[in-house]
């Protein structure tokens, strides 16, 4: 991020710097906790009039309502941090990094109430996919991974890493690999001091931001921003639709944790298995025709690269495939796009088999998706999805992910231009 932007989106906002360890946002029992939870009469009074709420409210009507829910919580310096302009700006700052507010906009999540946790819970509940491993119980465990992150870093003997930013393919996987360094393309200015762990703004649930960029309602055009480290959620309403849910960042680090409760929680295993059933199904001469000349070292079209689509499409063709294999290749798309809400991702599963037969699946290093550099891509006239692996960065003897999710025509709900 240059300077520049990193002044514009500051100047949009006000962040104040809190001590980590007194403040961290935990998760707990799949939900969220406020360690400091300050919920008595030194928690300011909210700012101004009351929006109108309507609990029964469903599809977009129930997002609004679930906002100004949330909103109705804020004091007015909360409510100047998530109510922002819908600038390109604002819409495209957000990050794979754990970088803080140096490279995001919208209000801390370590800085809210237990009552304020529980309604910014609501609004993401209300927007996101319900099913089983999509949409917001992804969300709860991208963010728990997160804690587990940060507990781990917190143990180690290790100088605090950062994580690989994202960047354009390069000859060597491990080329754009960092351990302990900073990276070259991190974003410029002081992160802030608050959070738990280290990195460029720390790890954990508590470094995540929430805001509404425009307006939310069921008549004009405004979006959700949620995201932090390995999270980056943009939903774009118009109208009282959705208009774009894409770009969608996920990435997780450790892949895989035993919950307290003994459970295996792994938020990218759908994800990642739907790519090898896929991976799997072809012949060897369709692999040959699907891999790329290129090695990755992460995802091509991560933060920053907006609109930055390769102009020839690699690999190959989904029209060659069989009728099981094209079935195949949509059951990889899925996971990524049932993170929007229920309604929402089928029309975008409709309208992508429908464009099934133009559309390219391409890898590259191995298929295992085991090892530093495997790279999958499924590219269509609308859908984009990446996945790749890395190695960790806290956890080192082990991979992580990262993975993201565009659309050629509908990232921002087409609100801005990138050519």
């Given at each position: 991020m240059s300077r520049e932007r990193?002044?514009?989106?500051?100047?949009?906002?006000?962040?104040?710097g809190i001590a980590g360890a007194a403040t961290a946002v935990v998760l707990v029992g799949g939900g969220f906790a406020v360690a400091n939870?300050?919920?008595?009469?030194?928690?300011?009074?909210?700012?101004?009039?009351?929006?109108?709420?309507?609990?029964?409210?469903?599809?977009?009507?129930?997002?609004?309502?679930?906002?100004?829910?949330?909103?109705?919580?804020?004091t007015s310096d909360q409510q100047s941090e998530t109510l922002l302009d819908f600038t390109q700006a604002n819409a495209t700052a957000w990050s794979n990094l754990p970088c803080g507010s140096s490279c995001r906009v919208g209000v801390e999540f370590s800085t809210l109430t237990t009552d304020q946790i529980a309604a910014a819970e609501a609004v993401l509940k209300e927007a996101l996919g319900t099913g089983k491993d999509t949409g917001y119980e992804h969300v709860l465990q991208t963010l728990e991974a997160d804690d587990v992150?940060?507990?781990?870093?917190?143990?180690?003997?290790?100088a605090p890493p950062t994580d690989t930013p994202t960047g354009s393919a390069s000859a060597d996987p491990s080329a754009t690999s960092t351990d302990t360094a900073v990276p070259t393309d991190a974003p410029t200015g002081t992160p802030p001091s608050g959070g738990t762990g280290g990195g460029l703004g720390g790890y954990g649930s508590g470094n995540y931001y929430l805001a509404f960029l425009g307006t939310p309602s069921a008549t004009g055009t405004w979006q959700l921003h949620f995201g932090g480290h390995h999270?980056?959620?943009?939903?774009?309403?118009?109208?009282?639709?959705?208009?774009?849910?894409?770009?969608?960042?996920?990435?997780?680090?450790?892949?895989?944790?035993?919950?307290?409760?003994g459970t295996?929680?792994?938020?990218?295993?759908?994800?990642?298995?739907?790519?090898?059933e896929l991976t799997g199904s072809l012949s060897t001469a369709q692999l040959a025709k699907a891999k790329l000349s290129e090695s990755f070292s992460d995802v091509l079209l991560g933060p920053d690269k907006d609109g930055d689509f390769p102009e020839t499409k690699e690999g190959i063709k989904v029209s060659e495939l069989s009728a099981k294999q094209k079935k195949l290749v949509l059951a990889a798309m899925r996971p990524w796009v049932a993170d929007a809400d229920d309604a929402t991702a089928e029309q975008l599963m409709k309208t992508y088999a429908k464009e099934l037969d133009e559309t390219y699946i391409s890898y590259s290093g191995g298929t295992a998706l085991d090892t530093q550099g495997d790279y999958v891509r499924i590219d269509g006239p609308g859908v984009w999805i990446?996945?790749?692996?890395?190695?960790?960065?806290?956890?080192?003897?082990?991979?992580?992910?990262?993975?993201?999710y565009r659309d050629h025509t509908r990232d921002?709900?087409?609100?801005?231009?990138f050519s």
């Open positions: 990193t002044r514009q989106v500051r100047n949009r906002r006000t962040w104040r939870a300050s919920t008595d009469g030194a928690q300011q009074t909210t700012a101004g009039a009351q929006r109108p709420v309507n609990k029964k409210a469903k599809g977009v009507a129930g997002v609004v309502s679930a906002a100004n829910a949330f909103l109705n919580t804020l992150l940060a507990s781990a870093q917190a143990t180690s003997t290790d999270l980056a959620v943009n939903i774009t309403y118009k109208n009282g639709k959705v208009a774009g849910a894409s770009p969608y960042f996920t990435g997780v680090e450790p892949t895989s944790w035993t919950a307290s409760d295996t929680v792994a938020p990218l295993k759908k994800f990642r298995d739907g790519m090898l990446e996945f790749v692996c890395q190695d960790g960065v806290v956890y080192r003897d082990q991979i992580h992910y990262h993975t993201v921002y709900g087409s609100e801005f231009s």
